[in-house]
């Protein structure tokens, strides 16, 4: 399984980017797919999650609202739409998968990982 990612860059506070995670080398009907972040000096956390095959989604608290998970089954690929960026939601963002029915917001229980792709929120 591969994930690249990408999308990133240096936006403004407010600015709505869009990332793509495109995934190959399995069948992923059966996966969940996950985008988690870290910040500089932070530890990685979970942004948010979706089942593959009925898309079902999960999010943190702090993006509740201002974020939005979907897949395309067409193009294999995972977008976490981001609006409302603030200066906090600086990091480099990672697109994850899990071979499981079942979703999960720990970083353990992901099995691939992309490369990462950097996001600067400037005020």
């Known amino acids: 399984v591969q994930l690249q990612a990408c999308g990133g860059g240096l936006v403004q506070a407010g600015a709505s980017p869009r990332l793509s995670c495109a995934a190959s080398?399995?069948?992923?009907?059966?996966?969940?797919m996950g985008w988690f972040r870290q910040a500089p000096g932070k530890e990685r956390e979970f942004v948010a999650a979706i089942r593959w095959n009925d898309a079902l989604t999960y999010y943190a608290d702090s993006v509740k609202g201002r974020f939005s998970i979907s897949r395309s089954n067409a193009k294999n690929t995972v977008y976490l739409q981001m609006n409302s960026l603030k200066p906090e939601d600086t990091a480099v963002y990672y697109c994850a998968a899990r071979s499981s029915w079942y979703a999960s917001r720990s970083i353990n229980d992901y099995d691939y990982w992309g490369q990462g792709t950097e996001v600067t929120v400037s005020s």
């Open positions: 080398g399995d069948a992923f009907s059966s996966y969940v």
